[in-house]
């Protein structure tokens, strides 16, 4: 729930993760928990916690289709001009967006 902010105890014991090295953690879906339309601009400090955190080599990506339950209609498009917003170095996007999810599922 975003209105309860980073330190709410969930988040704080997801980022705790990060540390142990064994995780990985998918930073798309904003619109099903967000409050706001796109862009869900109250989830944006939770991806920047997140890759922090983990930092882009334990983030992926995911284009959650087929948008099953989406509050609202999803474009592809919008989709990938707001990763480039929320992760604008190009280096990487190509971690969270090739790397990344190539070591995890072994390709």
Same mark, same amino acid.
Request: proline letters at 8%.
């Given at each position: 729930?975003?209105?309860?902010?980073?330190?709410?105890?969930?988040?704080?014991?997801?980022?705790?993760?990060?540390?142990?090295?064994?995780?990985?953690?998918?930073?798309?879906?904003?619109?099903?928990?967000?409050?706001q339309?796109?862009?869900?601009?109250?989830?944006?400090?939770?991806?920047? %916690?997140?890759?922090? %955190?983990?930092?882009? *080599? %334990?983030?992926?990506? *995911?284009? *959650?289709w087929?948008?099953?339950?989406?509050?609202?209609?999803? *474009?592809?498009?919008?989709?990938?001009?707001?990763?480039?917003?929320?992760?604008?170095?190009?280096?990487?996007?190509?971690?969270?967006?090739?790397?990344?999810?190539?070591?995890?599922?072994?390709?």
């Amino acid at each position: 729930m975003p209105e309860q902010g980073l330190n709410q105890p969930g988040f704080q014991a997801l980022l705790s993760l990060a540390q142990t090295g064994r995780c990985f953690v998918k930073l798309s879906g904003q619109a099903k928990f967000s409050r706001q339309s796109y862009p869900w601009g109250d989830t944006w400090p939770y991806v920047q %916690a997140l890759l922090q %955190a983990f930092t882009p *080599d %334990a983030c992926i990506w *995911d284009s *959650d289709w087929p948008f099953l339950r989406a509050p609202e209609r999803m *474009d592809y498009g919008l989709l990938l001009q707001l990763l480039e917003e929320l992760i604008p170095d190009a280096g990487d996007r190509h971690r969270v967006l090739w790397q990344t999810p190539r070591q995890l599922l072994g390709f």
